[in-house]
């Protein structure tokens, strides 16, 4: 299934365009709605006719809209659904033993996978840089928190609350990492997650509203509530 990101460009009848970044954002080739799987709509200026907004949402096509900068801050969806009784069991069931523990393993993959990041670079940085020794003692720190998400006790009333608190304290570790890794001429102080001024955060920021858009409409179409997380939410 196609996706089709669009910037700054005018989008006003059933035919939408493609943008290809990789070669400086020129519009390759007009595609027929039906063929979409996502309308990605970033910046200002632009136009959507209600009509095509219609004709996307009885095809099931989610349409994104987000600022030039950040996050996605809407997202049109069809409102039919034959899946309903996935949203109710989302709440019956969520604090099942189960669903608690896939909520865990998913926090414990991705701090695992942030551990592995760094460890990827120490390997590659410590022959030439004695001063980014001290990375192999946070990438043991993350290891060990990881292991502290999975052993929480899925019965403890305050089992999500402990389980961000261990991912958060992962991430402020790797996030402080990957700041001695950026080159000092980029200004990149840190995480900053709106309103950053800096192309490294604008950069992540840019990308992570296109896997916002992507996973939004992989959970709705799922029949799942993207608001009603396993731990979060």
Same mark, same amino acid.
């Given at each position: 299934?196609?996706?089709?990101?669009?910037?700054?460009?005018?989008?006003?009848?059933?035919?939408?365009?493609?943008?290809?970044?990789?070669?400086?954002?020129?519009?390759?080739?007009? !595609?027929?709605?039906?063929?979409?799987?996502?309308?990605?709509?970033?910046?200002?200026?632009?136009?959507?006719?209600?009509?095509?907004?219609?004709?996307?949402?009885?095809?099931?096509?989610?349409?994104?809209?987000?600022?030039?900068?950040?996050?996605?801050?809407?997202?049109?969806? *069809?409102?039919?659904?034959?899946?309903?009784?996935?949203?109710?069991?989302?709440? !019956?069931?969520?604090?099942?033993?189960?669903?608690?523990? *896939?909520?865990?393993?998913?926090?414990?993959?991705?701090?695992?996978?942030?551990?592995?990041?760094?460890?990827?670079?120490?390997?590659?940085?410590?022959?030439?840089?004695?001063?980014?020794?001290?990375?192999?003692?946070?990438?043991?720190?993350?290891?060990?928190?990881?292991?502290?998400? *999975?052993?929480?006790?899925?019965?403890?009333?305050?089992?999500?609350?402990?389980?961000?608190?261990?991912?958060?304290?992962?991430?402020?570790?790797?996030?402080?990492?990957?700041?001695?890794?950026?080159?000092?001429?980029?200004?990149?102080?840190?995480?900053?997650?709106?309103?950053?001024?800096?192309?490294?955060?604008?950069?992540?920021?840019?990308?992570?509203?296109?896997?916002?858009?992507?996973?939004?409409?992989?959970?709705?179409?799922?029949?799942?509530?993207?608001?009603?997380?396993?731990?979060?939410?």
């Amino acid at each position: 299934m196609l996706k089709c990101y669009i910037t700054e460009i005018e989008l006003n009848s059933e035919t939408a365009y493609v943008l290809d970044i990789a070669k400086a954002m020129h519009i390759m080739r007009a !595609l027929k709605s039906k063929e979409l799987g996502l309308v990605y709509l970033q910046g200002t200026g632009m136009n959507i006719s209600v009509n095509l907004q219609l004709k996307l949402a009885e095809l099931d096509i989610p349409v994104v809209f987000a600022p030039t900068i950040g996050s996605p801050l809407a997202v049109v969806n *069809t409102i039919l659904s034959s899946k309903a009784i996935l949203r109710k069991l989302q709440v !019956l069931r969520r604090d099942d033993e189960d669903i608690i523990n *896939t909520g865990l393993d998913m926090l414990n993959a991705k701090v695992v996978n942030q551990a592995a990041i760094l460890k990827y670079f120490y390997k590659y940085r410590k022959r030439r840089e004695s001063s980014f020794m001290p990375i192999k003692k946070d990438i043991s720190s993350m290891e060990d928190l990881a292991k502290k998400i *999975t052993a929480i006790d899925t019965h403890d009333k305050d089992v999500r609350v402990l389980a961000m608190g261990y991912e958060g304290h992962a991430a402020s570790i790797y996030w402080q990492n990957i700041k001695k890794l950026v080159p000092i001429d980029f200004n990149f102080a840190g995480r900053i997650t709106r309103s950053a001024k800096d192309i490294i955060n604008q950069c992540f920021n840019y990308v992570y509203g296109l896997l916002y858009g992507e996973v939004w409409r992989s959970v709705v179409k799922a029949g799942l509530d993207p608001y009603f997380g396993f731990i979060h939410g």
